[in-house]
């Protein structure tokens, strides 16, 4: 990710002479993106996204090809998910087949693929159409490549601290080379990242083919039974390093939940706030477990009882008890 500085933001703006823009070949046509200039420290990204078949650019109401990237324009939630899922190679249709995704959108095949692999960010919460941040497309993105996000937060920004919501998948793809924060004029590292302001969809091309660079795509040939067996347990939530998996769970006053931990780090689970724990205290761990370790709590209070991971507090979750 870098900033946008003037010069910059003078490459957004269409270009009229379709010879200046990039042309691709998407599903065996040859497509100009117009507003892609050949000279745009994106456009490489945007060409090898586009034919690969990650992206296509805008289509019209008869969803024909516009020609139009859109490389300013702010990526909703749903748009990065498609793009995570796509890039890291899972098929989204055989998942959207056997998978519920809960939700009426164009994006529900993808957001089976978020609910069956326990994606962040993605929950029955998610408002899939609204602009994503630049935390939530680090975290969709560490989740679909699985990415090891175990590494504690290091010292590369200013403004991401423990407590940032997905500090450790900023952290991760940092490490890794796919994101690298904000720079000035010259060039040089700034020291920030900005994880709360939006991103857009020239910066998530970057992140898309940097990722794919680095790992590949992990979601090659996986199915949803890969999953869905442990999944299909009653009140059971799996802690992995995309964070816990359902983000939200359901169930009746008096039943019990019980917490596994599937990665090599610790699990301390404990209620809100952190690291007070005070909205329900009884519902803290008080220690943290390892490795195939699990914690069991019964739910005697109605109520929405919002959680997380002691260790990792960017790791949230919640119980609601009806």
């Given at each position: 990710m870098k900033t946008i500085t003037t010069s910059a933001l003078a490459l957004f703006i269409p270009i009229t002479a379709s010879a200046l823009g990039i042309q691709v070949m998407i599903d065996g046509q040859a497509v100009v993106f117009?507003?892609?200039s050949q000279s745009a420290w994106f456009s490489t990204y945007v060409r090898s996204a586009a034919e690969a078949g990650i992206v296509s650019g805008y289509k019209n109401k008869e969803g024909k090809l516009t020609g139009l990237f859109g490389p300013s324009n702010n990526i909703t939630i749903a748009e990065a998910l498609k793009i995570a899922v796509e890039g890291?190679?899972?098929?989204?249709?055989?998942?959207?087949a056997q998978i519920s995704s809960g939700v009426d959108h164009w994006a529900s095949s993808y957001v089976s693929v978020a609910k069956a692999e326990g994606f962040a960010v993605i929950d029955e919460r998610t408002r899939l159409d609204t602009p994503a941040t630049r935390a939530q497309v680090s975290a969709i993105f560490t989740s679909a490549f699985d990415v090891d996000t175990e590494t504690p937060v290091g010292n590369r920004y200013d403004d991401v601290t423990f407590g940032t919501n997905h500090a450790f998948s900023i952290?991760?793809?940092s490490r890794d080379g796919v994101v690298s924060g904000d720079t000035d004029t010259s060039g040089k590292a700034t020291g920030t990242f900005r994880p709360t302001e939006r991103i857009n969809r020239a910066e998530v091309a970057k992140i898309v083919s940097e990722a794919r660079a680095k790992y590949g795509t992990p979601g090659n040939g996986k199915s949803p039974s890969d999953t869905e067996a442990f999944q299909a347990e009653d009140n059971v939530v799996a802690y992995t390093k995309s964070g816990f998996s359902p983000q939200v769970l359901r169930i009746k006053?008096?039943?019990?939940?019980?917490?596994?931990?599937?990665?090599?780090?610790?699990?301390?689970?404990?209620?809100?706030?952190?690291?007070?724990?005070?909205?329900?205290?009884?519902?803290?761990?008080?220690?943290?477990?390892?490795?195939?370790?699990?914690y069991t709590y019964t739910?005697?209070?109605?109520?929405?009882?919002?959680?997380?991971?002691?260790?990792?507090?960017?790791?949230?979750g919640t119980i609601i008890v009806e």
């Open positions: 117009s507003d892609v890291a190679g899972y098929d989204n249709e055989l998942y959207g952290e991760a793809l006053k008096g039943e019990s939940v019980t917490f596994s931990n599937m990665t090599t780090g610790g699990l301390w689970v404990a209620s809100d706030p952190h690291p007070a724990h005070t909205n329900l205290s009884s519902f803290n761990a008080l220690k943290a477990v390892m490795q195939g370790g699990t739910f005697t209070q109605i109520g929405s009882w919002s959680y997380h991971n002691h260790a990792d507090a960017s790791m949230k």
